[in-house]
């Protein structure tokens, strides 16, 4: 049934979609709460997640593991579709 549904998402061009959706939702569990919270907006665009941080030290600290981070949200989606993050 899997396959079958997943052929058929790709069939329809719906396959890259979901798993950039997929790639957004699954910030907050890659982060945890605490980031979580510290999290503005988050969306994601040829291939790179763009992520909002509203405090600057953070942000400096996620940038140097992003490598990290976006193999993590690579394995919860099941796919590669991030390349890249860039907090902002």
């Given at each position: ?59 400096q600290d ?27």
């Amino acid at each position: 049934m899997h396959d079958v549904l997943l052929r058929f998402l790709r069939e329809q061009g719906l396959e890259t979609p979901l798993n950039e959706y997929r790639a957004v939702a699954a910030w907050p569990k890659v982060a945890g709460p605490v980031i979580t919270q510290m999290t503005g907006d988050v969306r994601f665009k040829s291939g790179t997640l763009y992520i909002k941080i509203n405090r600057p030290a953070l942000r400096q600290d996620l940038a140097m593991g992003r490598t990290q981070l976006a193999q993590r949200i690579n394995r919860e989606v099941g796919a590669q579709v991030v390349s890249e993050i860039v907090f902002y």
